[in-house]
């Protein structure tokens, strides 16, 4: 290496540092940068060394670690807690009596003028209902949804204003829980939040009845039809819209007996169970009677034995109640329902029309706010109606109708009735091609084309007026029509609401209808109806001239609630049974008797575990 390349390199050598934590050699500018990022890792370790441990995880509450557990564990795990209550007289869970001195809605109306911050401590209440939600903010403070009456409100329980142990009054409720609640009346003063709550503030809360099953939850609530027909308790816990609806069906029947009654009715009641299924075309249930080794029909309709008390001096009665056809299940039947039929002395047909458009109309505008209804056909989410119920009503003549709708000729009333007629009818039923199952009497036949040419149309309220004698054995004859009759049906958005007629009272034309109904069942139309002796026989004692009416209660509370299925709008529709609510294999069953060891029952008392700790019908 020459003299000039040894300089160079000593130069080079001179312009580098010493690294004194790695050893190497490195430039001026390499050797701050190293040191600067060095002096920033030290300063963040030492900043982490003076932090305090990380927290430890937030223990769940027993309430979040049971909404994990199966219906099945939580009944088990539930019933276990509460059969521990039941061991002291102190924290019995079923007492027998709580005093509520202010019902939910009286709260509301009472005290929902307080302002933000406001508080009647001086005002001690006690109140009771179901516990929907707990909220818990610290040891010391807990919320509470409690519902009743299709309102809630929100309890405020805090430690320091808790007359007893506060970790013992709130630690063993549970949603679903019903609890009696003593307190003051107040609102919440929530920070950083406009209005508060109208709340009690609670002293002391009760365990009055525990709830052994989980409710569902206020997010998804309960939607299952099928769960909400066979548990309807549990529907009207969680759906405040059913409990509406049986609310407005109430109403209904209540302006019903109302109207009746001011128009000087007299409300009457009538066997349930007859020698003869009469008073209507249709098939009935049939039971027996032990004492007597008798076979008896479960009434189809009230109407004979109504008018036998017209015969007996009571000119004007009426009769709400159920009635029971062994027929279908869809949407509009159910096989028993109910219905108020009335019996007017020395009215006709037109009478009761105008009784039927004056009670109708007047109901809806007294319990809606107006006459016109808004009705769902298919469901909330289908095509919409607005039916109005506004009076007159329309009024179709059926014969005249459906020769208008099928452009033909319809043979005399008179001859309404003969092997002609009724081949006619199939002809027109097949020209259509309508189906109608055997037996094929003129009565269906006529029926089905009805139902399709003129029932299909009656949207708003519509009389079908004038039926053939042979479609109407109990209905007087038309005075001035011969082979017809003074009846009417009323139909709504092409459901049949009531039917109505001037009343045969001419015991030998009533014979004579009953017989013909006779030989329409050995023809194997097993809806006719048979000859009432009795009734006859009452006839023969005489019936005044007479208007007779029925209406059914469950579609028109249908219509009103905006309901399309009638199982909507009763309590307890009739339901195939459920298979799937058997017994489940024994490992998944609760034990009964381990869950009663833990603490022995109160003397006296019975205890029932529904083993399957499901949804069950």
């Known amino acids: 290496m020459s003299d000039a390349a040894v300089n160079a390199l000593a130069d080079k050598v001179q312009q580098t540092y010493l690294d004194d934590v790695t050893g190497e050699q490195v430039s001026k500018s390499e050797l701050k940068k190293r040191q600067k990022a060095r002096q920033k890792a030290a300063e963040k370790a030492e900043k982490a060394a003076k932090a305090p441990a990380a927290a430890a995880p937030k223990k769940k509450s027993a309430e979040e670690d049971e909404a994990e557990l199966t219906p099945n564990q939580y009944f088990e795990i539930r019933s276990r807690a ?80 808790c007359a007893g142990d506060y ?56 939607k299952d039809q099928e769960t909400r027909y066979r548990q309807r308790y549990l529907d009207l816990i969680m759906n405040n819209n059913t409990r509406n609806k049986f609310l407005m069906r109430s109403k209904i029947i209540k302006y019903i007996r109302q109207y009746f ?50 015969v007996g001096g009571m000119e004007r009665v009426y009769e709400i109640g159920r009635q029971f056809r062994n027929e279908g299940i869809d949407l509009t039947h159910n096989p028993e329902f109910t219905t108020i039929e009335a019996y007017w002395a020395y009215a006709d047909v037109n009478d009761v029309m105008d009784m039927t458009e004056e009670l109708v109309s007047g109901m809806v505008e007294a319990l809606t706010g107006g006459t016109k209804i808004t009705y769902h056909p298919d469901g909330p989410d289908g095509r919409e109606l607005t039916i109005d119920f506004a009076r007159p009503w329309k009024r179709c003549d059926m014969i005249e109708t459906l020769e208008e709708k099928l452009g033909v000729k319809f043979p005399p009333g008179t001859e309404l009735h003969t092997k002609e007629t009724g081949e006619f009818l199939l002809a027109q039923c097949k020209a259509h091609n309508i189906e109608c199952s055997p037996p094929h009497t003129n009565a269906r036949l006529l029926d089905k084309l009805v139902g399709e040419f003129i029932e299909e149309s009656c949207i708003n309220p519509t009389f079908i007026m004038n039926h053939p004698q042979m479609m109407s054995p109990l209905a007087k004859y038309h005075r001035s029509r011969p082979g017809l009759t003074e009846r009417f049906e009323m139909f709504v958005a092409t459901k049949e609401l009531c039917n109505a007629y001037t009343e045969m009272n001419d015991p030998v034309a009533q014979r004579a209808t009953f017989e013909e109904q006779a030989n329409q069942k050995d023809s194997g139309d097993d809806e006719a109806q048979l000859i ?75 205890k029932s575990v529904d083993a399957t700790g499901g949804l069950n019908a």
């Open 82 to 161: 509460v059969n521990k209550l039941r061991g002291n007289p102190a924290t019995n869970p079923y007492p027998h009596k709580f005093h509520v001195s202010t019902r939910l809605t009286e709260f509301i109306a009472k005290y929902e003028h307080l302002a933000k911050g406001d508080m009647l401590p001086e005002e001690i209440i006690t109140v009771a209902g179901r516990i929907h939600n707990k909220r818990e903010s610290g040891a010391k403070l807990r919320f509470y949804d409690l519902r009743g009456e299709g309102v809630k409100i929100q309890i405020l329980a805090q430690a320091q204003e």
């Open 167 to 222: 970790a013992a009054m709130h630690d063993h409720i549970r949603r679903g829980d019903i609890v009696g609640v003593k307190g003051y009346p107040g609102r919440s003063n929530p920070k950083g939040r406009e209005g508060g709550e109208l709340s009690i503030f609670a002293t002391e809360i009760v365990l009055l009845s525990p709830s052994l099953h989980m409710l569902p939850t206020e997010h998804y609530g309960l």
């Open 261 to 310: 009654d001011n128009k000087d009715f007299v409300e009457v009641e009538t066997p349930m169970m007859n020698m003869i299924a009469g008073g209507a075309t249709a098939k009935p249930f049939i039971t027996h009677h032990n004492d007597l080794d008798l076979d008896l029909f479960m009434r189809v309709a009230p109407e004979l034995y109504l008018k036998m008390l017209v």
């Open 532 to 606: 009432d002796e009795n009734f006859c026989t009452s006839l023969e004692y005489g019936l005044p001239p007479t208007g007779g009416w029925g209406l059914g209660v469950d579609r028109l509370c249908m219509f009103l609630t905006d309901s399309n299925n009638i199982k909507e709008v009763l309590l307890f529709p009739a339901m195939k049974p459920d298979i799937s609510a058997g017994a489940k294999p024994d490992e998944e069953k609760v034990d009964a008797k381990a869950v009663e060891a833990e603490v022995p029952l109160v003397k006296g008392e019975e």
